[in-house]
């Protein structure tokens, strides 16, 4: 079956057909994936009922996968595969959103010197209502900016923070093993695209305040940089249907999920993660 490529309305994101990611890609149909993965930042590839095994094999076509830091959402025998599930063993939700840090605007592993590439992310449980993934277009959030802002911006570095991103997320604090891991790191706001040579914002919740600049001045910056790149027109909404495969480019993209009730909802999705290079 060949492939096709169908974005989705005027978003930059795009549907795949043709692909069946269980039975294996070829050199030929990875490559178009790559191309197209680079054109138009998320891809989504639907009713594609994948193995945990499937999912890491996938992601290990794009590189090197990366374990979480948070290891009471690994999977047990493959731990580079993570499981974000109010679901427990017995079929009944825990009433609890498995990680609140996925509900406020980020690019995944900003925190650690050499972030994510790409994520790749399946829903084999969706909630009926809720649970939208947004994704935020940074290459359009930097173009759109006013020029006086461009200059400003152009030589700041963010330090990027994962204790600090637990507090404004209202999660459980940062655990000591998670601190030796993951130090604060310093990456430049402005990110030039590795691939694409096409300019970023890069910021986002894990972005805690700016080096060299008043720590009130630089978060208030940080947030209007943020308003600036989450207005709707920069946005794409992702509506989940079971066995989506979804992936996305975190050196020019933020995304956050919607909240959804996790007492009466259930929801359950595989995350597989590709380490990326140093920003800068
Ligand atoms: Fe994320």
């Known amino acids: 079956m060949p492939i096709t490529l169908t974005p989705f309305g005027n978003s930059f994101a795009a549907e795949i057909t ?3 990611i269980q039975r294996g890609i070829t050199s030929e149909q990875f490559s178009q994936i790559h191309k197209a993965f680079l054109k138009h930042k998320i891809l989504v590839f639907r009713k594609q009922p994948l193995n945990d095994e499937a999912h890491q094999n996938f992601g290990t076509l794009f590189g090197e996968l990366d374990g979480h830091i948070n290891k ?3 999977h047990k025998q493959l731990p580079s595969v993570q499981i974000f599930s109010n679901v427990k063993a017995n079929g009944e939700t825990t009433g609890i959103h498995p990680e609140k840090g996925t509900q406020v605007w980020h690019t995944d592993k900003s925190y650690t010197a050499t972030p994510s590439l790409t994520t790749i992310l399946r829903s084999p449980e969706i909630a009926k209502i809720g649970g939208d993934t947004l ?10 900016l006013p020029n006086e802002v461009k ?5 700041l570095f963010a ?32 990110r030039t695209h590795p691939e694409t040579g096409q300019k970023a914002l890069y910021i986002g919740n894990h972005s805690s305040h700016i080096v060299d600049m008043e720590r009130s001045e630089g978060e208030a910056m940080l947030a209007d940089l943020e ?3 989450t207005r709707p027109d920069l946005i794409y909404r992702h509506k989940w249907q079971v066995d989506d495969v979804l ?34």
């Open 18 to 20: 043709g692909i069946n």
């Open 72 to 74: 009471s959402t690994r």
């Open 135 to 144: 994704f935020a277009n940074m290459t359009s959030a930097y173009e759109t």
């Open 151 to 155: 200059t400003t911006i152009q030589s």
């Open 159 to 190: 330090v990027h923070d994962w204790a600090r991103s637990r507090e404004k997320s209202n999660e459980r604090p940062a655990t000591p093993e998670e601190l030796r891991a993951a130090p604060p790191v310093q990456h430049p706001i402005v």
């Open 227 to 229: 308003a600036h790149a």
């Open 247 to 280: 992936m996305w480019d975190n050196r020019c993209t933020m995304h956050c999920v919607e909240p959804y009730d996790a007492a009466k909802e259930k929801r359950s999705v595989h995350r597989v993660v590709v380490k990326g290079d140093s920003p800068y």
